[in-house]
């Protein structure tokens, strides 16, 4: 699978070369909210300080919570599971989504895209869990990763935590 930033708000996930899969689109550049469109469409709300909403006919399906230690949670309420994204505390900048058990599922690896405006995404999948990693689940992944990259380049972003 391979993630096209087409521009700083429409991120789309190919399947293959010119196979859309999936898209995430912003309605502004401050990631406030946004759209998932899977085979099925999603809104991306705000839902309080820190936090982000994925919901289909006004039921939330998941969840993006904002923690302490600089980390961000993904709870998706169908599967009755919960993810883990973070930062890499290196020199190579490096973004992983993890289970509950601290299993690496996917990584995310940014560039800088100057005509753009945005960043480039380069997505390694653990084979292992291939089957978990579908494209709600990665683009739930990649909305982290822009909130992350939007805050440390000093973008646009809206509040993260409560003071």
């Keep these: 699978m391979l993630i096209q930033t087409i521009h700083k708000t429409l991120f789309v996930l190919e399947a293959s070369p010119d196979n859309i899969s999936a898209r995430l689109t912003y309605q502004q550049n401050d990631f406030r909210k946004g759209e998932i469109e899977t085979g099925q469409s999603y809104a991306l709300n705000p839902g309080g300080t820190g936090i982000w909403l994925t919901s289909r006919a006004g039921k939330t399906i998941a ?11 993904i709870k998706v309420e ?10 890499s505390t ?13 299993e690496e599922l996917l990584t995310l690896l940014p560039a ?18 291939e089957d978990e990693c579908d494209s709600f689940l990665i ?9 992350s990259m939007s805050m440390m380049t000093g973008g646009k972003v809206p509040a993260l935590i409560s003071i």
């Design 78 to 87: 169908c599967r009755k599971k919960k993810y883990f994204f973070k930062k």
């Design 90 to 102: 290196g020199w190579k900048l490096r973004f992983s989504l993890q289970n509950k058990e601290g």
């Design 139 to 147: 683009l739930q992944a990649l909305h982290c990763a822009n909130l």
């Design 112 to 129: 800088v895209n100057w005509i753009k405006e945005s960043h480039d995404y380069i997505l390694q999948l653990n084979e292992e869990f």
């Design 63 to 73: 969840r993006i919570k904002v923690e302490p230690g600089a980390q961000i949670s």
